[in-house]
């Protein structure tokens, strides 16, 4: 760090040695922006912002929502040509897809015999749902391989071709049933399709967790490259849906559109700084205390976290927008003569009570238990603790001498005249808080709970989403059936025991299909019986031999088989972790969950797809032990409407924090007061006034109310400031009138924007600026003494 | 029949197109190279075409060869049945690219040909017999000739690897303006002999292999090959 100001210098440097600090200090902060843009990992885990589930259900639901099938599930269609042609392109897109790393699983309803792990291959008896009454004894054997000489005949043969010496009854292909997909879409020469032949449907499971965006982002540019080699891709439409899809999708427009809008208003941001000071240098030397903040939070948070949540980055760059301000202060108050230093330090009283209090009201998120808004206060901390400061100690060294002296422009006289000619009387504020208690007795819903409008996807792709998941039989985001037990075997076996009522609750039209674990591996107890049930190796030799008769075979062309079974009957059961590292380990991970301790239970999960009737599933759940009907949407509204509570404690917490800083600070109870008095109505009033207009607050509002809230104290801290004369009065007015100026200026074009969270974030900060300003003007600003020189 | 010499006709004609293309271990034994033009302008005829087969079906898992009756359809183009008669009977259809197979007491298969790579070489082989679409046979093979007018032989190995995979060659045979084998060697040891047209009667009449083998070179002049 630079050496403090040197108070005796009165001075500004050379041009040359003021710019040369400016460049330096701009060449340290790209260095270190560079260190952290290089070392911190930018994370998409909406967990990472919510509070440590309390029950099984909410920890199922974290789970489910990072990792469970559906959240990693990318739903295809294939548009824009005639079937025959989709068709053709589904196949091919499949094949492309098949050996891809980023993906677990393509399916487009074409049964392939090499889902089959080689790995599991022996286990073909066991987990086929058995050779069928009879079909490994003479006669049944003699019908198998009389069909098998068929195949053998036949051009369409090759498939089972390869099966055919160890694998003679196909039980291979059987199993390969059995694991496609549950539910049956639409078809079209074998493939899916929508209902009314327009797209060719695939799914894609992608090994990237849902939230991963690098992953995601991955997965969906090899499917888009593999879809653009198809032969004549250009004429056809390729549509991607499912949550990876959407986070790509949403994370492109609003970092776009954020894009766009924050160039128009840093244009903007400039002209107006430029008109305000008639200068072109002190608007970019005004960026540094901004800059340093913002790098010195990312800094922190690289060396404390290592990872940052995407949304701690959003949060925290509009929290620091508080720190554009400080600079403007600084410029407004100068005079001509004073030096830099010493205006800082006439100012800093005002400023670091500002920037004080509100460090320490961040710091209650530091014990908010939530990893993300643990970030969110070391980044805002630390960001507005290196902008004060750099705008008390740095910046005036780089400021050229003032020329003007703002006291004398136009509009803050105006303004004075307009605003600050008398006090408002007492009742006024008490009107207002009564008004704002009427405005929020409106029966309008408080919250939006609903966890997606963190990340808000336009309804027209949600609906469509959904066409294609009932069009597909996908599971049901909302409707699970848990199955709790002891171990994984146990919950296996039970669940295992579920699919005869399941079945009919299918026939009866509750649901249209499910999915289980023990689909893909049966209970132990199951494959022993499965293995029991098969002949040894003598008596299926002689009923392979009598099999035999007639039929033009070799009489050791079934060795391969002989073996097979014979393996199969001694193996140990297969268990669902001997799927480790298999493309069946990520489906049946999804649907099983050991216990994390040991009182936890152990949790078989039944996906179901096309949910008709709930109430037939809670009875059915109510008839068999230990298995529940689970409503997501439910469980996720119950987390949020905890970690609302939760954060608005803090904040709650956060606002004392704030009043004892501030109090500290003015050292006088009156004085906080004051201040705070306009700062809680404007909060109250946004509150208000937005709740009035059916506004459903998310945590984008509280974050931008806090923000409103921060920028109003230091409007009221500024306005109150002790022992001012006019002229100096009006230099604090055309300092706050460009900062709110420019603010408003920000937060409105964010306003302007059609995304939801720019939207809530721009028209909150904007409407709360302006009532805060005139709040802070009204009430917090007090009479001017007599001018004459300035009494610090 | 017609239609098959008609077609067998069309592939030699076709192959003689080829033969500029072809390897140079393309050779074209004896004086007469088939009159491709005259050949097609006799004996083309339009789908839909008919012919019997009679087919012998060698598997390393077979003590003995298989033995196999039906007929080759063409009802239009673009589509090829397989129908087998004796000793059971089973229809295999291909239709754009789709193929599906029926069998007395099972369920009907149905499967994309371009999931068989075997079958969309054999089904080009069947359409170049049928209706002389040689582009088809080259798209997938490279064809080599041996032989003249009265006795030939075309070979094909497969471009691709992922059809080599598959299939080691396939070979037709005939003579006389008439076509009368069809060889498919495949990996794994597979063997399938085909006859069509005039050959199926005798073929089926054979008393051995030998004899039957016999009667894909030319009847009258054995010679030949």
Not at chain 1, 235 to 261: D, H, Q, W, Y
Not at chain 1, 275 to 303: E, F, N, Q, V
Not at chain 1, 507 to 512: F, K, L, N, W
Not at chain 1, 753 to 766: C, D, K, Q, Y
Request: net charge negative.
């Amino acid at each position: 760090m630079l050496p403090v100001a040197d108070p005796a210098r009165a001075v500004p440097a050379s041009p040359q040695r003021r710019w040369s600090l400016a460049l330096l200090w701009a060449l340290l902060l790209g260095l270190l922006g560079a260190w952290a843009a290089d070392t911190l990992k930018v994370s998409g885990d909406l967990r990472l912002f919510m509070p440590a589930p309390r029950s099984a259900e909410q920890r199922l639901l974290l789970q489910q929502l990072g990792e469970g099938p559906g959240s990693r599930l990318l739903l295809i269609a294939l548009s824009g040509a005639e079937p025959d042609v989709l068709a053709e392109r589904s196949r091919g897109l499949r094949e492309a897809l098949a050996d891809d790393d980023n993906f677990v699983f393509v399916g487009n309803g074409e049964d392939a015999l090499d889902s089959i792990p080689d790995a599991l291959r022996d286990y073909r008896y066991l987990l086929s749902p058995g050779p069928q009454q009879g079909s490994l004894s003479a006669d049944g054997l003699h019908d198998a391989l009389r069909s098998r000489l068929r195949d053998l005949a036949s051009p369409a043969g090759g498939m089972v071709a390869p099966l055919l010496a160890s694998d003679p009854t196909l039980e291979t292909l059987r199993i390969v049933e059995r694991w496609t997909p549950p539910g049956e879409p639409a078809r079209h020469d074998g493939l899916w399709f929508s209902p009314d032949r327009r797209e060719a449907l695939l799914v894609a499971e992608t090994r990237a967790a849902g939230f991963d965006p690098q992953g995601q982002q991955a997965a969906l540019s090899s499917l888009r490259s593999a879809h653009a080699a198809l032969p004549d891709a250009d004429s056809g439409r390729l549509e991607i849906s499912g949550p990876g899809a959407f986070s790509e999708r949403m994370a492109a427009r609003t970092g776009g559109e954020a894009g766009v809008l924050g160039a128009i208003a840093g244009i903007g941001l400039l002209l107006l700084l430029m008109i305000a000071y008639r200068s072109l240098s002190l608007p970019l030397l005004g960026a540094l205390p901004l800059a340093s903040g913002a790098i010195a939070g990312l800094a922190a948070c690289t060396a404390l976290f290592g990872e940052v949540h995407g949304i701690t980055l959003a949060f925290g760059f509009t929290l620091l927008g508080v720190a554009q301000d400080y600079p403007v202060h600084l410029f407004s108050h100068r005079q001509p003569g004073e030096a830099g230093a010493d205006t800082a330090r006439a100012i800093w009283p005002t400023l670091a009570a500002g920037a004080g209090s509100s460090c320490l009201a961040y710091l209650v998120f530091l014990f908010a238990g939530v990893d993300g808004l643990r970030q969110l206060a070391v980044f805002t901390i630390a960001g507005l603790a290196v902008a004060a400061l750099s705008t008390r100690y740095l910046l005036p060294r780089l400021l050229p001498a003032a020329r003007v002296d703002l006291a004398g422009a136009r509009p803050p006289r105006l303004l004075q005249r307009v605003l600050l000619g008398g006090h408002l009387p007492r009742w006024t504020s008490v009107a207002l808080a009564v008004f704002c208690g009427m405005l929020l007795l409106g029966p309008q819903p408080w919250w939006q709970d609903d966890l997606g409008a963190l990340t808000p996807v336009p309804k027209p792709l949600l609906e469509r989403d959904r066409e294609l998941r009932s069009a597909l039989a996908a599971p049901d985001v909302r409707w699970l059936l848990v199955q709790r037990g002891d171990d994984i075997d146990g919950v296996l076996a039970a669940s295992e025991a579920l699919v005869r009522g399941l079945d009919a609750l299918v026939a009866d039209g509750a649901i249209d299909s499910y999915d289980l674990a023990a689909r893909y591996v049966p209970s132990a107890a199951t494959q022993r019986a499965r293995q029991q049930a098969l002949p040894d190796a003598d008596t299926l030799r002689g009923s392979l031999q009598a099999a035999q008769q007639g039929l033009p075979f070799r009489p050791d062309a079934f060795d391969g088989f002989l073996r097979a079974v014979e393996r199969g009957r001694t193996l140990p059961p297969l268990r669902p972790a001997d799927l480790a590292d298999t493309p069946l380990a990520l489906r049946t991970d999804g649907l099983l969950h050991a216990p994390d301790s040991a009182d936890d239970p152990a949790l078989a999960l039944v996906t179901l797809s096309g949910v008709h009737d709930p109430s037939a599933l809670a009875a059915f759940a109510r008839q068999h032990d230990g298995l529940s009907l689970m409503d997501l949407k439910a469980t996720a509204e119950s987390l949020a409407s905890a970690w609302r509570g939760r954060v608005l404690g803090m904040m709650a917490l956060a606002a004392l924090l704030l009043a004892v800083g501030v109090t500290l600070a003015l050292r006088s109870f009156r004085r906080a007061a004051r201040v705070l008095l306009p700062v809680a109505l404007g909060t109250a009033l946004v509150v208000a006034l937005l709740h009035a207009a059916g506004v459903a607050f998310n945590l984008f509002h509280l974050v931008s109310m806090v923000l409103a809230a921060g920028l109003g104290m230091d409007y009221a801290l500024f306005f109150e400031r002790a022992e001012t004369d006019a002229a100096d009065q009006r230099r604090t007015l055309h300092s706050l009138m460009v900062c709110a100026a420019s603010t408003l200026l920000v937060f409105t074009l964010l306003g302007s924007s059609e995304i939801p969270v720019l939207r809530a974030i721009g028209s909150t900060v904007a409407l709360g600026v302006v009532l805060h300003f005139l709040l802070a003007a009204l009430l917090a600003a007090r009479p001017a003494l007599p001018e004459g020189p300035r009494h610090g | 029949m017609l239609p098959l010499l008609a077609t067998a006709g069309l592939v030699t004609a076709g192959l003689a197109a080829a033969t500029e293309t072809a390897r140079p271990a393309a050779v074209l034994a004896g004086a007469a190279t088939p009159d491709a033009a005259t050949l097609l302008a006799s004996i083309a005829q339009p789908a839909p075409a008919q012919t019997a087969f009679f087919e012998r079906r060698e598997s390393p898992l077979l003590v003995e060869p298989l033995l196999l009756r039906g007929q080759l359809q063409q009802p239009r183009e673009g589509s090829l049945i397989k129908a087998v008669e004796w000793p059971y009977v089973e229809r295999m259809r291909i239709e754009d690219d789709k193929v599906s197979v029926e069998r007395d007491g099972e369920r009907t298969r149905r499967f994309s040909l371009k999931r068989a790579p075997e079958l969309v070489a054999i089904n080009a082989g069947f359409e170049a017999m049928l209706d002389g679409d040689v582009d088809g046979l080259r798209a997938h093979f490279d064809l080599a000739v041996l032989g003249d007018a009265a006795q030939w032989r075309i070979d094909l190995s497969p471009r691709s690897p992922r059809l080599a995979k598959k299939v080691v060659s396939m070979s037709l045979l005939g003579g006389g303006g008439e076509l009368r084998c069809v060889d498919l060697l495949q990996q794994g040891g597979e063997a399938s002999r085909m006859w069509v047209g005039d050959a199926v009667e005798a073929a089926a009449a054979a008393s051995d292999e030998a004899a039957r083998d016999a009667l894909c070179v030319a009847a009258n002049d054995a010679a030949g090959g």
